[in-house]
């Protein structure tokens, strides 16, 4: 999907220091900015934080913007390099997402439904949180933002061949973390991709 020219606009006229334009662009992708920030430090203090570095970050590098990628993947590469940069600071401390909040988009389930199906996304969002920076931030983007291969690759810098090698594993170290919870009380079966 290419940035709409209004977009275009916008960036153009932040690189020349508009900040009302940098405001427009802000307002546009502070959600998927902090969701990524959320996801990869699990705290939504820190998220709030982050996303205020990583948008001055990102006005501060607009310079460097390539008009030939797209915006929200150029600006999603700054949101990660600056949160893996965060955890790599914390020496692997764990990530809890008890607080983790999930949107259904279906039929409302009954209630007793609704329990289970939020006790196993906790699980699988703790499972997610406890994988190594490399694993966990290829499997956010792959599985909480349904981005593509080729999206991943220009936010990671990583090969495709290595997106899959890595999401692969960690879908394996998440089966393996939940079998040693004792908490696979729904199919066990990992998707392809």
Known sequence: MEPHSEE???????????HGAFSRLVELYKQPVYNI??????SSGEAE?????????????????????KFSSWLL?????YCIDMLRRRR?????????????????????????????????AQAIGALPPAYRLPTILRYYHDLPYDEI????????????????????MIKDMLERQGALPWSAETPAN
């Open 49 to 69: 934080d982050a996303s205020q570095e990583i948008f001055l970050r990102a006005y501060l590098k607009l310079a460097s913007y390539d008009r030939d990628r």
């Open 8 to 18: 275009l606009g916008w960036i153009e006229a932040a690189q020349h220091g508009d």
């Open 37 to 42: 920030a959320y996801r990869m430090l699990g």
């Open 77 to 81: 590469a700054v949101a990660s390099n």
């Open 153 to 172: 690759e220009r936010i990671t810098g990583l090969s495709e061949s290595t997106i899959k090698t890595r999401l692969f594993r960690a879908r394996k």
């Open 92 to 124: 692997a401390t764990m990530v809890t997402l008890d607080d983790v909040e999930f949107v259904l988009e279906s039929d409302r389930p009954g209630p007793e439904q609704s329990a289970i199906e939020n006790e196993q996304r906790d699980v699988i």
